[in-house]
């Protein structure tokens, strides 16, 4: 079983629609979530991180609920700049990142 | 924030041969940390690379394919050993002090 499961996609949206990424994590002492963006032939960059209140950020929310070890993100009024690939990310130690596959998004006008 | 390059950007390379890639980090970190990425799929942890003592690797690498070295707080290097096809990837060098990474642009290698 993978350490960080995401629907790969893709979505397709319209300018202005609301979308909205879930992703599971397996290791019930993770201890940090995050999601990063990655651009094509890019490398991954901090969107945001995720924390257990939730988190709004503009247009972006994250949601984190431990009980079903599940992690949200939501884009309001999507633009066509939010078009990338968005990996949910979570730490369950020092070192241990654990990426997703990713969740491609394009935005289309 | 760290900012991090990586050299070479890409390369092509024949099989058998190894490939030396390099990562500097514009400010001092005590860890720096080799991923894989290949087409298609999440990073990959390679391994971590401290200042001062061996890399820890993850399960499925080893030193004799992936050997690291770590001089000093804003360098390091990984080497592709006796590449085959199934090693092209992209490798990117990443850095943090706290909850975030900073990534390198990535090293687009290419094993014909």
């Known amino acids: 079983r993978k350490e960080v499961e995401q629907d790969p996609g893709p979505f397709n949206v319209p300018e202005g629609a609301t979308v909205a990424f879930n992703c599971t994590y397996s290791n019930s002492a993770s201890q940090s979530f995050f999601w990063y963006r990655q651009d094509c032939r890019k490398e991954p960059k901090l969107l945001m991180s995720v924390y257990s209140s939730g988190n709004e950020d503009g247009r972006f929310t994250a949601q984190l609920n431990r009980a079903s070890q599940y992690i949200s993100l939501l884009i309001r009024d999507s633009k066509l700049s939010d078009s990338a690939t968005y990996l949910c990310v979570v730490r369950a130690g020092a070192n241990n990142l654990f990426f997703g596959t990713g969740t491609r998004l394009t935005v289309i006008p | 924030s760290a900012v991090i390059s990586q050299k070479p950007s890409r390369d092509i390379c024949q099989r058998g041969t190894s490939l030396t890639i390099q990562c500097q980090v514009d400010?001092?970190?005590?860890?720096m940390f080799w991923y894989r990425q290949q087409p298609g799929q999440s990073l990959t942890l390679i391994a971590t690379a401290n200042q001062g003592s061996e890399a820890t690797y993850e399960s499925g690498f080893v030193i004799d394919k992936f050997p690291i070295s770590r001089p000093n707080l804003t360098f390091s290097t990984l080497t592709v050993s006796n590449m085959s096809p199934e090693d092209s990837s992209i490798y990117l060098c990443?850095?943090?002090?706290?909850?975030?990474?900073?990534f390198g642009p990535g090293t687009r290698l290419t094993v014909t």
């Open positions: 990443s850095a943090g002090e706290g909850p975030e990474q900073y």
């Open positions: 400010s001092q970190v005590t860890m």
